[in-house]
């Protein structure tokens, strides 16, 4: 049972908080040293992918409005587009590149923990239970409602910000241009190097259609998505690239290049030793904030899946506060024993294995949602300009897509693909369940 009572959903700053929070975890941390080896030119790959992610932010803000039930986001808009396969593709690779993310971020989460508590660094147990109790608590969070799961993602994603905007500005009195010379010390064209950093920062975008996804959840859903979805991108965008530029301004390349904490390091330039603890805590909080926002995604997706028959009905039912529960469950179930894998030795390998898929499973959605959007848009009865306009976002947006997944790595898109179509069974049996439900 859905309520319509506005009180029990989300709001504009909600929604937004659920885009910027869901986007920023602990990726923005690390990603000035892995940008540092390119040198200043890292930062117009910044900007190349911030185009990328604008252009899909766009189209998934105008999809929300042509589709008219998009609950469930990407797959909504592929399953209208090209039917109930494709559409369980989308839902069936976004779903385990969900679980696989919850997962490695809390992970992430006790390895910022670890600053304040070294018993986490020590002891694997005490590692693996703090993480699973993350997880499980803010399952319990989001088994409340929407907006107690809102509550949370704004208060988090406004304390994740705080660290990110203190960098920024306190980088102004510490700025050295002399930093950026050479411009482009990664040893190969222009065009690659911009290439091959526009590929890796374009991962920090991923989430950016989180808004989408519980649109029955969301107040005034026409309006509300759209403006969630291009402000949030607009004001991740704003804060990855400004306090990239921040950090190699203050922080010599060739050491920023070697350095595993360049957030803590600038800290430290500006306010001395706390500055290590000022950032682990922003990033234990940008974690824990990441993590909420997922595990409410997770179970929006598989109940819009479930809800039209292409996932098992179980994921469709809701509990008192209007949420999938068993949703959650099922997600955080299978993040708990990834998890685990982490924590023992002769399961590192698949762990790491696992994380590497869940990229391509997360970008095929952006691929589908764009053709969809080209698709629908043109059976609409539109002028010529307007379809031009159309056909022009739409390729941009599609190209943008492809061009990512093939930057993933030959690996990661072959195992991807592999994994997605393991649905292909799972797809088979939901549809002759459908046709004999007495069996």
């Not at 660094?121 to 907006?147: D, F």
């Not at 002028?383 to 990661?412: D, M, N, P, R, Y």
Request: aromatic share 12%; charged share 10%.
């Amino acid at each position: 049972m859905e309520s319509t009572d506005h009180g029990s959903k989300m709001g504009l700053w909600m929604s937004t908080s659920l885009v910027v929070g869901n986007m920023i975890g602990a990726g923005i941390f690390l990603m000035p040293s892995a940008l540092a080896a390119f040198g200043g030119i890292s930062v117009v790959g910044w900007l190349v992918s911030s185009a990328g992610a604008l252009l899909l932010a766009k189209v998934f803000s105008r999809l929300s409005r042509m589709v008219a039930d998009s609950k469930g986001g990407p797959y909504a808009f592929a399953r209208k587009g090209f039917g109930d396969y494709i559409g369980f593709l989308v839902a069936w690779g976004y779903w385990i590149s969900i679980w696989v993310a919850l997962a490695t971020i809390a992970v992430t989460f006790v390895s910022a923990l670890g600053v304040f508590f070294p018993g986490l660094k020590e002891n694997a147990l005490l590692a693996a239970g703090t993480a699973l109790g993350a997880i499980w608590l803010l399952t319990w969070v989001n088994s409340r409602g929407v907006r107690a799961s809102g509550k949370m993602q704004m208060v988090t994603t406004a304390l994740k910000i705080l660290p990110v905007l203190a960098i920024i500005l306190g980088g102004i009195f510490f700025f050295q241009p002399e930093n950026f010379v050479p411009f482009n010390a990664s040893g190969d064209s222009s065009i690659m190097a911009i290439a091959a950093t526009g590929t890796l920062t374009l991962y920090a975008f991923l989430g950016l259609e989180s808004a989408t996804v519980p649109a029955n959840k969301v107040q005034n859903p026409e309006k509300t998505i759209p403006k969630a979805t291009m402000t949030g991108t607009l004001i991740t965008t704003l804060l990855y690239v400004l306090s990239t530029v921040a950090i190699m301004g203050m922080i010599p390349m060739a050491e920023l290049s070697e350095s595993t904490a360049p957030f803590s390091d600038a800290m430290k330039i500006m306010s001395g030793e706390i500055g290590e603890e000022i950032i682990a805590a922003g990033v234990a909080v940008a974690t824990f904030g990441a993590l909420n926002g997922w595990i409410l995604i997770i179970g929006q997706v598989s109940e819009a899946t479930a809800n039209d028959g292409l996932f098992p009905g179980i994921f469709k039912k809701e509990n008192k506060n209007g949420v999938p529960v068993w949703g959650l469950i099922a997600g955080s179930g299978l993040a708990s024993l990834l998890l685990l894998m982490n924590y023992s030795d002769s399961l590192v390998e698949q762990f790491k294995f696992t994380i590497l898929l869940s990229t391509t499973c997360c970008l095929v959605p952006y691929l589908f949602s764009a053709a969809a959007y080209v698709i629908l848009s043109l059976q609409k009865s539109l002028k010529l300009k307007e379809q031009v306009s159309v056909f022009i976002l739409g390729s941009l947006t599609f190209s943008f897509a492809l061009w990512a997944i093939f930057g993933a790595g030959e690996q990661s898109v072959f195992w991807g693909f592999f994994f997605l179509m393991l649905g292909t069974p799972v797809f088979v049996w939901m549809k002759w369940k459908n046709k004999n439900p007495e069996l």
